[in-house]
């Protein structure tokens, strides 16, 4: 599937794990295809928002959110690439 934004969305069933979602997204062109005035913007924009928090909760409080719960997630940006997955 592919999202408005370029982000390809990649799912598959199994039946290994009944309890469990694993999600894969990934887009192509990451820091390379921002112009130079807004690379630094780019750059710092991933570690400022994971400070603010995900899901717009602070990070002290999604620790709270999600106790009892095994969630991992993890999100990137590359020179060529941009893809979260958990």
Do not use: C
């Not at 599937?1 to 990451?30: C, H, P, W």
């Amino acid at each position: 599937m592919e999202l408005s934004n370029g982000m390809r969305v990649v799912y598959k069933r199994t039946s290994f794990l009944d309890d469990q979602v694993l999600i894969s997204a990934f887009a192509t062109g990451g820091l390379s295809e921002q112009p130079n005035k807004s690379l630094k913007s780019a750059k710092f924009g991933m570690p400022l928002a994971m400070e603010a928090g995900q899901f717009g909760i602070r990070p002290d409080r999604l620790e709270d959110v999600l106790a009892g719960k095994l969630v991992q997630l993890s999100e990137g940006v590359t020179a060529y690439r941009r893809y979260f997955s958990g």
